[in-house]
T-cell receptor, first 115, second 112 residues
Framework: DAGVIQSPRHEVTEMGQEVTLRCKPI?????LFWYRQTMMRGLELLIY????????DSGMPEDRFSAKMPNASFSTLKIQPSEPRDSAVYFC?????????????FGPGTRLTVL | GQQVMQIPQYQHVQEGEDFTTYCNSS?????IQWYKQRPGGHPVFLIQ?????EVKKQKRLTFQFGEAKKNSSLHITATQTTDVGTYFC????????????FGSGTKLNVKP
């Protein structure tokens, strides 16, 4: 398996633009997580899905952020409009049932810079 | 709310020296996971501890879970330059065992 795939790897955009980050989880994993990593706040969970259904989005910072999982092999995280403070590395991770003590597999991340 | 605190934030060691990072939770954890993130990379799972007082070893790495399941440690014996990176502990938040809170991480630098 190729592992968790994320695209793009790097994104530079201007304030006010829409940004879409993409993730393909490992086949067979039922859970998908979106994290944001910054120096100030560390690794934060934004939202997670189980069987394509959003379960907990309490970490999504604002209404500007939205996430979807239209099928088991694809998820998007969208920021509209983007702001400089959204600059961070965004990771997608997938897992079998974490409550059964399964590890999370992280993708390589998307480094987002909003100018 | 529940938090997982990690110390120290940074550690600089000479190659061959030992290294330890500590993780403390305000509440009892059902389990704790450890991850390593190399510079410019992504977190990679190292190990999971479930039982009270559990100790697991991976070559030069020793992981411990406290008796009260509120703290954990990672000890590296005789560090090597390949150990450079940030080490995170992660524990489930409250009763939601699917939702993990990551500690702030300990960044290890090893001087050759």
């Amino acid at each position: 398996d190729a592992g968790v795939i994320q695209s793009p790897r790097h994104e530079v955009t201007e304030m006010g633009q829409e940004v879409t980050l993409r993730c393909k989880p490992i086949s067979g994993h039922d859970y998908l997580f979106w994290y944001r990593q910054t120096m100030m706040r560390g690794l934060e969970l934004l939202i997670y899905f189980n069987n394509n259904v959003p379960i907990d989005d309490s970490g999504m910072p604002e209404d500007r952020f939205s996430a979807k999982m239209p099928n088991a092999s694809f998820s998007t995280l969208k920021i509209q409009p983007s702001e400089p403070r959204d600059s961070a590395v965004y990771f997608c991770a997938s897992s079998f049932d974490p409550s059964s003590y399964n590890e999370q597999f992280f993708g390589p991340g998307t480094r987002l810079t909003v100018l | 709310g529940q938090q997982v605190m990690q110390i120290p934030q940074y550690q600089h060691v000479q190659e061959g020296e030992d290294f330890t990072t500590y993780c403390n939770s305000s509440t009892t954890l059902s389990n704790i996971q450890w991850y390593k993130q190399r510079p410019g990379g992504h977190p990679v799972f190292l190990i999971q501890l479930v039982k009270s007082g559990e100790v697991k070893k991976q070559k030069r790495l020793t992981f411990q879970f406290g008796e009260a399941k509120k703290n954990s440690s990672l000890h590296i014996t005789a560090t090597q330059t390949t150990d450079v990176g940030t080490y995170f502990c992660a524990g489930p938040i409250g009763n939601n065992f699917n939702k993990f809170y990551f500690g702030s991480g300990t960044k290890l630098n090893v001087k050759p």
